[in-house]
């Protein structure tokens, strides 16, 4: 099992930034694919951005495309989420994920394996 620690939430205003970040445990950090995932209240958990170890291929949803960048620290065993631009419908419980197959697509939260406890992020208008 893969223990996940999420950092770097809080509470920002519309048009800031914020890094979020998230240190994984394990020695194959490198062969995982890691994913960034956010729940807003009474919605589902939405896939928002992912990178595959297989392929170094990076992905993100159409709703971050842009503003968010996701960035990987294998020395550190850690993974980064650089969030710009943000909005009120940003606000959210933030996830990081491992999938340990080394693929990250579909974005999907039922394909990955181990999860951070999440950081809140809430963007004020």
């Known amino acids: 099992q893969v223990q996940l620690v999420e950092s770097g939430g809080g509470l920002v205003q519309a048009g800031g930034s914020l890094r979020l970040s998230c240190a994984a445990s394990?020695?194959?950090?490198?062969?995982?694919?890691m994913g960034w995932f956010r729940q807003a209240p009474g919605k589902e958990r939405e896939g928002i951005s992912c990178i595959s170890s297989r392929d170094g291929d990076t992905y993100y949803a159409d709703s971050v495309k842009g503003r968010f960048t996701m960035s990987s620290d294998n020395a550190k065993n850690t993974v980064y989420l650089q969030m710009n631009r943000l909005k009120p419908e940003d606000t959210a419980v933030y996830y990081c994920a491992v999938d340990i197959t080394g693929w990250c697509f579909p974005l999907l939260p039922k394909r990955y394996d181990d999860w951070g406890q999440g950081t809140q992020v809430t963007v004020s208008s």
């Open positions: 394990g020695r194959t950090f490198s062969t995982y694919a």
